[in-house]
């Protein structure tokens, strides 16, 4: 049997079926479905199982994710087991359910997170909207927001919700699939980066990937009349690659979305725009909610802070166990 070929190997042409078969190759997790994973390669994209070894080293969280590098052993010209994974620089993670102690990693070594509400149906949510925006940053996530379906209407709030996050630094985009109107600004933004779409079902993420990935044909489904809810329509994970550059990947709606490890003490840290007011509280303490000379509280009474934004704050708060 001759020599493996190592990964930047330029001999995959010549190589006998035997060499085939034991080809050792990195690659992207692109799909996952079920207990099965798709990992692009130099060499193609191979169809993956998991060595039994990396589920029992990852007891405490998700073995394998879409977006995670990867090496594996390649069995035949589409077939292939994945043996190792690389540390993960970024992840987009929350509670498994049932089970609070473990964690569920949704995708991995992403760049942004794109989270989308509708303006209108399902309702706008600002709360849910920071809620993500605290879960993409315990990973290691930039955000980015979208405000979508203004063909339906647009609340008096919209406005002051994007006047409000870009005033912080998160780039937030009014947008319409029916009209036109935020998509090409909205394609700019995700050049060149790995950006996880996430919201409510019904939201609109699928219609605009539709959009930014012509021919990819997502399935997407209309609001339910009865509870103003979206119809969940992804069953899989799936990175797609943009042609304008960078990857793009559509989460499963989420209805709740539980934080990993933070507390009442800890959850003004993920609130970034306090942290230039919190060196001024009185009490070094201060969780910011009724001590007397509190700056974060006064900052977002005199406007410094989006009102808003400080309700949120309160209103998560007041969900998470101390």
């Known amino acids: ?50 060595r039994v070894n990396i589920k029992r080293k990852s007891k405490t969280d998700t073995p394998v994710v879409v977006g995670d590098d990867v090496h594996l052993t390649r069995l035949s010209d ?91 630094g998160i780039p937030t985009i009014i947008t319409s699939a029916e009209t036109g109107e935020g998509l090409e600004k909205l394609r700019s933004v995700l050049v060149g980066k790995k950006s996880l779409f996430a919201g409510h079902s019904g939201v609109g993420k699928s219609t605009l990937l539709n959009y930014l990935l012509p021919g990819i044909n997502i399935k997407t489904a209309e609001v339910s009349e009865n509870s103003s809810r979206g119809k969940h329509t992804t ?13 793009v990947l559509d989460s499963p709606g989420l209805k709740v979305l539980s934080l990993w490890k933070v507390s009442q003490k800890t959850l003004a840290q993920h609130f970034l725009e306090f942290e230039q007011y919190m060196a001024n509280c009185r009490f070094r303490d201060c969780v910011h909610v009724s001590e007397p000379d509190c700056a974060v509280r006064d900052a977002a009474e005199s406007g410094k802070i989006p009102l808003f934004r400080y309700q949120s704050y309160i209103h998560i708060r007041e969900t998470i166990e101390s």
């Open 235 to 247: 069953t899989r994970v799936e990175l797609h690659e943009l042609p304008t550059g960078g990857f």
């Open 1 to 50: 049997m001759g020599s493996k070929a190592t990964p930047d190997s330029d001999t995959d042409q010549t190589l006998s079926g035997d060499e085939r078969a034991n080809e050792f190759l990195t690659g992207l997790v692109i799909r996952a479905y079920g207990k099965h994973f798709v990992a692009r390669t130099k060499s193609g994209d191979f169809r993956c199982l998991l």
């Open 78 to 168: 589409t077939e292939g087991v994945i043996e190792r994974v690389e540390p993960r620089k970024t992840a987009f993670f929350r509670p498994q359910k049932g089970r609070s102690s473990l964690r569920q990693t949704l995708a991995a070594n992403i760049d942004q997170l794109v989270v989308v509400s509708s303006c209108w149906e399902p309702p706008l949510k600002p709360r849910f909207i920071d809620r993500f925006i605290v879960a993409g940053d315990l990973g290691g996530l930039e955000s980015v927001v979208i405000l979508n379906k203004v063909d339906l209407g647009k609340p008096d709030i919209v406005e002051k919700l994007r006047e409000g996050y870009e005033s912080i």
